[in-house]
């Protein structure tokens, strides 16, 4: 089945320590995408790709980074200058056509706390 | 900058009857694309339907339809026949702009649609 996978689905993390979060698509789309969800909130974006090897700061890049070495792996690290990492991470990738995608399809995401 | 607003943060309703999600936003972009998503306590966004600004039909999705009012820059969903499946939070988003075919998605803060048996 076609589809995004992220890992872990819960992600504990002591305070100071950098942490990598996994996301693979087969889906063969060109272009992902990391967002941040907080508690009662909509979805942030904090980077995305269009291509191998280029990625793209999102709204919210700060404390974050990024590798997109595969088309389909785009793993985010959470560094320890991300003042308030604790929060939903969601991957989600999308066709590039030369039409708009109609869609991003996402994965289940990982919840990160802090500890 | 593009702004999606969704002024309703709960709804309650019964089961079977059709409920309404609000959404407006703001661009000044003539070209844009408005999305529903729908979000259940396991955490992953689901895909629901999508409106292209040159669309001149509304669009539907079995259940799901968008009033888009394009005059109105609104583009609210009607859930038809609401189940108890359907309760869950909706967000409404709107596609910012393209870099190289990658698009930005602006989400709004969503609604918690809650359906009583």
């Known amino acids: 089945d076609g589809g995004i996978t992220q890992s872990p689905k819960y992600l504990f993390r002591k305070e100071g320590q950098n942490v990598t979060l996994s996301c693979e698509q087969n889906?063969?789309?060109?272009?992902m995408y990391w967002y941040r969800q907080d508690p009662g909130q909509g979805l942030r974006l904090i980077y995305y790709?269009?291509?191998?090897?280029?990625?793209q700061k999102g709204d919210i890049a700060e404390g974050y980074s990024v590798s997109r070495e595969k088309k389909e792996s785009f793993p985010l690290t959470v560094t320890s200058a991300q003042k308030n990492p604790t929060a939903f991470y969601l991957c989600?990738?999308?066709?590039?056509?030369?039409?708009?995608?109609?869609?991003?399809?996402f994965g289940p995401g990982t919840r990160l706390t802090v500890l | 900058a593009q702004k999606i607003t969704q002024t309703q943060p709960g709804m309650f309703v019964q089961e079977k009857e059709a409920v309404t999600l609000d959404c407006t936003y703001d661009?000044?972009?003539?070209?844009?694309?408005l999305f529903w998503y729908k979000q259940p306590s396991s955490g992953e966004m689901i895909f629901l339907i999508y409106q292209g600004s040159y669309d001149e039909q509304n669009a539907t999705e079995g259940r799901y339809s968008l009033n888009f009012q394009k005059a109105r820059k609104s583009a609210n969903l009607v859930i038809s026949a609401s189940q108890l499946g359907d309760s869950a939070m909706y967000f409404c988003a709107m596609r910012d702009h393209l870099i190289q075919g990658a698009q930005k998605l602006v989400f709004g803060q969503g609604t918690r649609l809650t359906i009583n048996p």
């Open positions: 989600a990738s999308s066709i590039i056509y030369r039409d708009p995608p109609r869609t991003q399809y």
């Open positions: 889906l063969n789309h060109d272009a």
């Open positions: 661009t000044s972009d003539q070209s844009y694309g």
């Open positions: 790709s269009q291509i191998v090897n280029d990625f």
